[in-house]
């Protein structure tokens, strides 16, 4: 229920629904765009995404009531037992350097489906790894 007293499906029917569409976890084509790019002057500035590292719910607030922090996550359609991380690295392109801020997960944690696709996107961004000038770790 949210504030104004609207009900909403339950998160479990929503991901139910989604999933069950999805059998792998993901259709072949992504949903939404691995990357964005804008314009700052003459800097081009690209935001790639290497993926989404699923953690445990509970390492949200994790010093709060976990009733309180379960309806929290509920009323903003988030499940209440994982929280999706998403692992964002920056592309910098000026001055004829390209520089890479941070380097995501990498491939070394197969377990991690969902995570280490940075080389894969930085490709399908026209992005060519040996490109790179520079590497920024934050």
């Known amino acids: 229920m949210s504030l104004d007293n609207t009900p909403h499906p339950s998160v479990k029917h929503c991901t139910d629904t989604v999933n069950a569409r999805y059998?792998?976890?993901r259709p072949d084509h992504e949903l939404v765009p691995s990357?964005?790019?804008l314009k700052?002057?003459?800097i081009e500035v690209t935001v790639v995404s290497d993926g989404v590292l699923s953690l445990p719910g509970a390492m949200l607030g994790h010093?709060?009531?976990p009733a309180v922090r379960e309806a929290w996550?509920?009323?903003k359609f988030l499940p209440p037992d994982v929280l999706e991380w998403a692992l964002n690295v920056v592309v910098v392109r000026s001055g004829?350097?390209?520089?890479?801020v941070d380097a995501g997960i990498g491939a070394e944690f197969p377990?991690?489906?969902?995570?280490g696709q940075l080389v894969?996107?930085?490709?399908?961004?026209g992005i060519d790894l040996s490109s790179v000038t520079d590497v920024v770790l934050t």
């Open 23 to 25: 059998t792998h976890g």
């Open 35 to 37: 990357r964005y790019v």
């Open 40 to 42: 700052v002057g003459t």
């Open 63 to 65: 010093n709060a009531d």
């Open 73 to 75: 996550l509920e009323d």
């Open 96 to 100: 004829g350097r390209t520089i890479l």
């Open 111 to 115: 377990d991690l489906k969902r995570a």
């Open 120 to 125: 894969r996107r930085l490709d399908d961004a």
